[in-house]
């Protein structure tokens, strides 16, 4: 399964971004879980948000809960993360992961098919 994720680039602090993530695979099932990741200069991989298959089911790390929201459109095999009230400390660049599992968390280890990565680069 390839994913493409799409919608990053610089927003000054306060700012707005939206990422998408489009599957391009038609075996590509729905019924996967998909998440968010992301990897700063110098820093680890760290969970952002994650979805159920059906979009019921969100979750957040403690440091965007409130300001990210991740959502899907089965029908397009699409993934989003809408970034509000951006920081200098989002800046990173933003992996998005699909889990051969209806529901996934926040280890890495949960996930089986990556993105290559999308910057975003927030500034003063």
């Known amino acids: 399964v390839q994913l493409v994720e799409s919608g990053g680039g610089s927003v000054q602090a306060g700012g707005s971004l939206r990422l998408s993530c489009a599957a391009k695979?038609?075996?590509?099932?729905?019924?996967?879980?998909m998440g968010w990741f992301r990897q700063a200069p110098g820093k680890e991989r760290e969970f952002v948000a994650a979805?159920?298959?059906?979009?019921?089911?969100?979750s957040y790390s403690d440091t965007v809960k409130g300001r990210f929201t991740v959502s899907r459109e089965n029908a397009e095999n699409t993934e989003y993360l809408q970034m509000n009230s951006l920081k200098l400390e989002d800046t990173a660049v933003y992996y998005c992961?699909?889990?051969?599992?209806?529901?996934?968390?926040?280890?890495?280890?949960?996930?089986?098919?990556w993105g290559q990565g999308v910057e975003v680069t927030v500034s003063s």
């Open positions: 992961a699909a889990a051969l599992r209806p529901v996934a968390g926040a280890s890495a280890y949960e996930y089986d098919y």
């Open positions: 979805i159920s298959w059906s979009g019921g089911d969100t």
């Open positions: 695979e038609r075996t590509f099932r729905s019924t996967y879980a």
